[in-house]
C-alpha cells in the first residue's frame, strides 16, 4: 500500500525529498532525475557554456614577469616556472590543454585542483590536474589543509580497486570557486540541479521562485510514470 500511495500521491501536494545534505548533493533532483557533473554535460546547452568558458580562458595569454629596478616589468623567461605556466605545464600537456581541463572542473564541481611536482630542492617542475570528484579536503590539527585524493589503479575504471593518496597544502595548487568559506567551493551544478531537471521554457526561468520550481519538478515526476 506504501508503494501505491507514493505512485498515485496528489499532484497538488509534492513533496520536498531534498532535506538532507547527502541528498541535496548526491540524490536525485525533486522531478526524480539524477543530475551530476558528468550527465550535465550530456546537455548541449551546459556543454556549450562549459567548453565556450574553457577554451576563452585557456587562450588568454599567460606569462610570468618580474619587476624591474626602474618600477617596471619584464617577461621572466629565464625563471623556472615561466615555462611550466607558458608552455607546458608536464610532458602530456600544453598549457591550454591544462587550464582548459583546470576551468572545466571549476565550472563543473566547483573547485580545480592541480597536483605540484617538486625536485629534490622543492622546486615546482610539474604541474598535473586531479578530478575534484576524487579530492577530500580537511584539516588538520595544526590548521593546515590536508587534501586527500582517492585514485584508482585503473582510471578508466576496468579495475576498481583504489589508493588513497594524502597531499600536503603546498603539494597541491587549488582555485576554489563560490563558497561558504572561501576555502572549499559548492558545484554549480549542484546548486543548480532541480532547476535543470525541470522542463521549461529557458526565457521563463526568471519567473519562478523555488517553491514553483519544486512542484513544476514533482508534477512532472509524476507525468514520467
Known amino acids: 500500500m506504501k508503494f501505491f500511495s507514493k505512485l498515485f500521491r496528489s499532484r497538488d501536494k509534492p513533496k ?4 538532507t545534505a547527502f541528498t541535496f548533493l548526491f540524490g536525485p533532483t525533486s522531478s526524480g532525475n539524477v543530475v551530476t557533473e558528468r550527465t550535465a554535460m550530456q546537455t548541449t546547452a551546459v556543454y556549450a557554456c562549459v567548453r565556450v568558458l574553457s577554451e576563452a580562458i585557456a587562450g588568454l595569454p599567460l606569462n610570468l614577469y618580474r619587476y624591474t629596478p626602474d618600477g617596471g616589468k619584464e617577461k621572466a623567461i629565464n625563471h623556472p616556472l615561466y615555462n611550466i605556466l ?12 591544462f587550464r582548459e581541463t583546470l576551468m572545466s572542473h571549476l565550472l563543473l564541481w566547483g573547485n580545480a585542483y592541480a597536483q605540484i611536482i617538486r625536485n629534490g630542492t622543492g622546486q615546482p617542475i610539474a604541474l598535473y590536474p586531479l578530478l575534484p570528484s576524487k579530492m577530500d579536503v580537511s584539516r588538520a590539527a595544526n590548521g593546515q589543509l590536508i587534501y586527500t585524493y582517492s585514485k ?73 510514470l
Open 152 to 224: 584508482d589503479s585503473d582510471e578508466f575504471g576496468a579495475d576498481n580497486r583504489c589508493q588513497q593518496i594524502i597531499l600536503s597544502q603546498d603539494e597541491v595548487l587549488h582555485v576554489p570557486g563560490l563558497g561558504f568559506d572561501g576555502l572549499i567551493g559548492y558545484s554549480p551544478i549542484a546548486m543548480a540541479r532541480t532547476l535543470s531537471a525541470c522542463r521549461w521554457q529557458p526565457s521563463s526561468t526568471v519567473r519562478y521562485s523555488l517553491p514553483t520550481v519544486l512542484h513544476r519538478a514533482a508534477f512532472w515526476s509524476i507525468r514520467a
Open 86 to 97: 607558458h608552455d607546458a605545464p608536464n610532458p602530456e600537456m600544453t598549457s591550454f590543454i
Open 16 to 19: 520536498n525529498y531534498l532535506s
